[in-house]
């Protein structure tokens, strides 16, 4: 719900979800109903592409969670690997940090993720190139820090 006595309150979103050609394909998933959703809620986007924050080029090789899951990356027991087995691990935790560090800085309280992304996605992600249920690495961070995660597919127009 909007804020009656303030400044809409500030989400975080994927920044791909917003239109920017941040995907490791160099393409987006613009989703038009959920920037409709935003404002009708009276919502304010922050973007945030975790992948480029964590200094990934764009496009990029595409990776994904080696074996177990998110978790057991940020408590620095499994990697995350590209296609070409090249170990991305630490970009992806600097773009979580990054992710987190946005929220602070901004209030965030809230963010609304790509699904199946290997950073963004919420009850889906990457893991050995199979989509599989669980969290990226930004969504589990952020869900550690109390941030709400909401799950979204990137729905045009
Ligand atoms: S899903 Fe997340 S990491 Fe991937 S392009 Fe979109 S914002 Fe960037």
């Known amino acids: 719900m909007p804020r009656a006595d303030g400044p809409p309150e500030p989400v975080l979103v994927s920044a791909c979800l917003l239109g920017r050609r941040c995907r490791y394909d160099g393409r987006e998933n613009h989703d038009g109903v959920l920037e409709r959703e935003l404002a009708r809620r009276g919502l304010r986007a922050v973007p945030c592409c975790p992948e480029e924050a964590g200094g990934l080029p764009t496009p990029r090789p595409p990776a994904w969670i080696e074996r177990d899951d998110a978790e ?86």
């Open 72 to 157: 057991a990356v940020l408590d620095g027991r499994a990697r995350v690997v590209t296609d070409a087995g090249a170990d991305a691990t630490a970009a992806f935790l600097a773009g979580a940090r990054h992710a987190l560090e946005t929220c602070r800085a901004h209030g965030v309280r809230r963010a609304f993720l790509k699904e199946r992304s290997p950073s963004c996605g919420v009850a889906c992600t990457h893991v050995n190139d199979a989509v599989t249920p669980g969290p990226g690495v930004t969504a589990a961070l952020l869900r550690r820090h109390g941030i709400e995660v909401e799950g979204v597919e990137g729905r045009r127009p």
